[in-house]
């Protein structure tokens, strides 16, 4: 079994992560400075994505983006303090017009600061204004899961990805929610991703396979979700 981690992060290296089928990860780094710090750490397969820098290294983004150095950029609307109102902003803030990369959304909603807990209507504009584009939602939306699925499902260029919700909400109500939208939503846009080290990768593995079978989902359709997607979505630019 090959598997594909395409949201894990750094924490004193990347060594601890010990699925053993892991052929390939999308380590996503939240600062310039812990990319430049840590880029070095990731083995060879591994992808590296990045917080959009909007103050520090503009520049430094743009062309680590442009040469391919990175796979995706990352929209982190709790670390960028990016309220609704920023949103019709983002594609010049956030260099949308300078990379045609791939844009991790983070969508689990937490904390008391609302003003800055992501925006659905936000992501909606983007995907719009950017129909050649991949836009991955990270955690497939947390608490408001069954609302990402049901209004993002007309957006051809929308991909989710699992991590972190599988372990967080199975014993929720919100288990039921995340079920139907893997069942329902086009297996080429579904992700395995962990979050590690805050998630278990290999619970998270375990609690997906539960649901590949309670769905009945085939050879094909596993192999999708656990590591084709990625490895065609994050390339590894080495």
């Known amino acids: 079994m090959k598997i594909f981690d395409c949201h894990t992060h750094i924490d004193n290296g990347i060594k601890p992560y010990n699925i053993a089928q892991v052929?390939?990860?999308n380590v996503i780094f939240n600062s310039v400075a812990s990319y430049k710090e840590q880029r070095d750490a990731l083995d060879k397969s591994?992808?590296?994505?990045?917080?959009?820098?909007c103050f520090d290294n503009p520049d430094f983004v743009i062309r680590e983006a442009n040469s391919r150095n990175i796979s995706a950029l990352k929209i982190h609307s709790r670390l960028q303090r990016l309220s609704v109102d920023d949103y019709p902003f983002i594609s010049d803030k956030l260099f949308l017009t300078h990379s045609d990369l791939p844009v991790i959304i983070d969508a689990f909603y937490y904390g008391d600061e609302l003003e800055f807990?992501?925006?659905?209507?936000?992501?909606?504009m983007l995907a719009r204004q950017h129909r050649d584009r991949p836009f991955v939602i990270a955690h497939c939306g947390g608490y408001e899961i069954l609302k990402y699925f049901f209004h993002l499902?007309?957006?051809?260029?929308?991909?989710?990805?699992?991590?972190f919700s599988l372990q967080y909400l199975r014993d929720s109500s919100l288990y039921t929610d995340l079920v139907k939208l893997i069942k329902y939503t086009d297996k080429s846009k579904v992700m395995f991703g962990s979050d590690y080290p805050l998630a278990d990768p290999n619970l998270q593995l375990e609690i997906l396979l539960g649901v590949f079978d309670e769905l009945k989902l085939s050879t094909q359709e596993r192999e999708k979700i656990l590591f084709r997607n990625a490895e065609s979505l994050f390339a590894?630019?080495?």
């Open 117 to 124: 807990n992501p925006s659905l209507s936000g992501v909606i």
């Open 46 to 53: 591994d992808c590296a994505s990045l917080v959009f820098d």
């Open 23 to 25: 052929v390939s990860k």
């Open 153 to 163: 499902r007309p957006l051809p260029n929308i991909y989710y990805d699992l991590s």
């Open 236 to 238: 590894p630019p080495f």
